[in-house]
C-alpha cells in the first residue's frame, strides 16, 4: 500500500492508499506517521523509511466503479483532533488526485489502472 509523508511544525502527517473492497472504493486515509522502528519495517528495505502510517483519523472513499458517486469522508477519531490547514489542503489535494485517476479509469474502463 503506496503512502506519501509530509512534515508540518515539527509532526509528521501520513496519506495512505488502499482499496477498501467492502465498499468497492479507494481509500485515501490521513494519519499523523509514527517513527519507523530500527528493524525496518518498509514494504521495500532498499528504501530509508524514517515513518510510517499511524491509525487514520480522516478517511475518504473514492468511488471507481460509479463516476456518480460522491466521495464520502469520514473522521475517525475518539480525540478531538486538530489538523493543520496545510495538512488538511494537502490531504485534500491527495484526494482530488485520487478522484480523477478514478474517473480518468472509469473513462477508459479501466477501473483497475488507478493505483
Known sequence: MPWELKEHAGRHYAVLFHYALPDDAWAVELSEAKPASAEGDAESPAVAVTHLPGAAFLVT?????????????????????????????????????????????????EPEAVE
Do not use: K
Request: charged share 30%; aromatic share 10%.
Open 61 to 109: 472513499h473514492v468511488p471507481d466503479e460509479d463516476p456518480n458517486l460522491q466521495p464520502t469522508v469520514r473522521v475517525w477519531s475518539p480525540d478531538e483532533r486538530v489538523v493543520p490547514y496545510e495538512v488538511m489542503r494537502w490531504y485534500m489535494e491527495q484526494v482530488a488526485d485520487q478522484v480523477e485517476r478514478c474517473r480518468i479509469a472509469f473513462e477508459q474502463g
